[in-house]
């Protein structure tokens, strides 16, 4: 999907306040798949979900969508490598980027619900229950399957 010029602007402007933080410019340092950074990562899923958005004209909410999709793997360590404290990774990491996104921003519910439902259906008891939560996990996937396969 191509980025209109006025998109790639607006989409810009929501997401600067994430983009300035010292904190978010830090999962920059962690792998995600291959050789792309969290931080890359999070960045193509939020650009994947706000065109998904308007390109299907779903009508979820444009900021909420973009802080979820912005933070939704926001944990803040390298799942690589080995340690008890992020054993099963893809089961507990949207609860612990959720926690830290509440942490040091101001997100509602609907955000934090997005972010802990993500990873579904792999964390079968946390079903997106929103427009946002819907959009994202499928945005998330479609991005993990393209940098996994196609990007290394």
Not at 77 to 90: A, K, M, Q, T
Not at 98 to 107: E, P, Q, S
Request: charged residues 30%.
């Amino acid at each position: 999907m191509l980025v209109k010029k006025k998109e790639k602007k607006e989409l810009k402007q929501l997401m600067n306040k994430y983009l300035e933080e010292p904190v978010v410019q830090s999962m920059k340092q962690y792998v995600q798949h291959g050789s792309i950074s969290t931080y890359e990562h999070c960045l193509k899923v939020t650009e994947v979900s706000f065109l998904m958005n308007r390109r299907l004209h779903l009508k979820s909410d444009e900021e909420k969508l973009v802080s979820a999709a912005m933070l939704h793997d926001f944990y803040l360590y390298d799942w690589h490598e080995p340690s008890e404290e992020h054993r099963l990774h893809g089961f507990f990491h949207p609860h612990k980027a959720a926690v830290n996104a509440k942490k040091y921003f101001d997100l509602g519910e609907k955000e934090c619900q997005a972010i802990e439902s993500h990873m579904w259906p792999l964390t079968l008891s946390k079903i997106p229950t929103s427009r946002e939560g819907w959009i994202l996990c499928l945005a998330d996937k479609y991005c993990a399957f393209m940098e996994t396969f196609f990007q290394r």
